[in-house]
């Protein structure tokens, strides 16, 4: 793919805070089209009407087209809209008026919305957020030349012009269990689920305890359902005592297992995954209390759902806040983007990163975001910051 010429921008940052400072700037740059009978929550200001197929949308000499794929009927369709409201709001935020947004819907077929996006003249994609439709995406974006930023967590889909936004539990984890170090943890054990998450936790894990100088005593896997989980805390704390224990899943399945972690001596501590991230009223559980896991801070994004109801008249989605990160940042490239011709796809690899909602981030050459978090730990009134996000990279 071509490249243009790209002038340092390592230290332009697009926080949601200062954005907030900004005047609003009209909605010219936001199209929100979309293929299903269940109207926009909130419709921008603009609408194109999509013509009967096989036609094109007409050329646009002042804005390069920004694809947002993302499900906008069906199941997901909740997730979907909040994640391109989301986008709206900040090219909104930012006036970003070199950048035209349009919306396909991957319910209905992600390659066939793909392929949409590619005749219609989108030099870029957002999205999707499923891993399958990741996979049926990228190889009609490759064939195009067009970058993909989605929105998945699964590693196995990046790479080869596919980045990835989605937070994966290979950061989380090995976040926490350096922090857990250097509070003098030394011994490691792990529970984990029977499944392709609980298999990248539990590499996720060996990796960062060996990263960290320590020693990982067993990982034990476990079934859903209570006793699954109390027969794999059972096997673990037979394996030797450990000096803290990460709990791989969402707070409800790893529950049963807790009173027996807790039983060993001296008593470990709890570590969790980003999974915990999304858990309203998490400390109400005693025995979750003093637990430490890694995510990405929600200062900003608290911000963001106070701008977000206004627009809306609704909260947004936790993950929505990759709809708007991924817009700040080709806001920020399109400085660097000729209009009508190819996004400059390298500037994705800038070593500084970018800056958004969930904080500093930057893609790896695998095409993965490597992200900065925070630690938190678990208290009877919900979570306390331990540790926090770095604000950028080294």
């Known amino acids: ?141 490759r064939h195009a030349g067009l970058p993909v930023i989605a929105f998945s967590n699964d590693v196995s889909v990046a790479g080869d012009g596919v980045y990835l936004m989605g937070f994966t539990p290979a950061q989380s984890i090995q976040r926490v269990v350096s922090y857990a170090h250097a509070q003098g943890a030394n011994r490691f054990g792990a529970l984990v689920p029977t499944s392709v998450y609980g298999e990248r936790a539990a590499r996720a894990m060996n990796a960062a305890v060996e990263g960290a100088g320590g020693r990982l005593v067993g990982v034990q896997t476990f079934d859903p359902g209570p006793a699954g989980a109390r027969g794999a805390a059972t096997r673990l704390v037979a394996q030797g005592a450990t000096d803290a224990v990460l709990l791989a899943d969402v707070p409800r399945m790893v529950l049963p297992a807790v009173p027996i972690v807790r039983q060993s001596s001296p008593q470990p501590r709890l570590l969790a995954t980003e ?8 400390g109400a559980n005693v025995g979750l209390r003093g637990a430490w ?34 817009v700040l940042l080709v806001v920020r490239v399109a400085a660097d983007w000729p209009i009508g011709r190819p ?13 958004g909602v969930d904080g500093a981030f930057r893609f790896g050459r695998d095409g993965i975001a490597e992200r900065a978090l925070e630690v938190r730990e678990v208290n009877a009134t919900g979570t306390t910051t331990v540790s926090p996000a770095p604000r950028g990279f080294n």
């Open 1 to 141: 793919m071509a490249s243009a010429a790209l002038r340092p921008q390592a230290g332009r940052v697009f926080g949601l805070a200062a954005l907030l400072a900004m005047p609003a700037a009209a909605l010219s740059g936001c199209v929100q089209r979309t293929r299903t009978v269940a109207p926009p929550i909130a419709p921008p200001v603009q609408e194109e009407v999509r013509p009967a197929p096989p036609s094109r949308l007409p050329a646009d000499e002042t804005r390069n087209r920004v694809a947002v794929l993302v499900p906008l009927s069906g199941g997901n369709a909740a997730l979907g809209q909040s994640i391109l409201n989301s986008a709206n709001l900040a090219l909104l935020d930012t006036g970003g008026q070199r950048i035209r947004i349009t919306a396909y819907d991957t319910a209905a077929g992600a390659a066939a919305a793909a392929n949409d996006a590619v005749a219609e003249g989108n030099g870029l994609i957002l999205g999707p957020l499923l891993a399958e439709d990741v996979r049926a995406v990228a190889p009609v974006a």
């Open 343 to 355: 996004f400059p796809a390298r500037a994705l690899r800038d070593p500084g990163g970018f800056t």
């Open 275 to 282: 999974r915990w991230a999304t858990e309203s009223n998490i």
């Open 293 to 326: 896991f890694a995510a990405p801070s929600d200062g900003l994004f608290n911000q963001l759902r106070t701008r977000y109801r206004a627009r809306y008249n609704s909260a947004p989605y936790r993950l929505a806040s990759m709809g708007y990160d991924a």
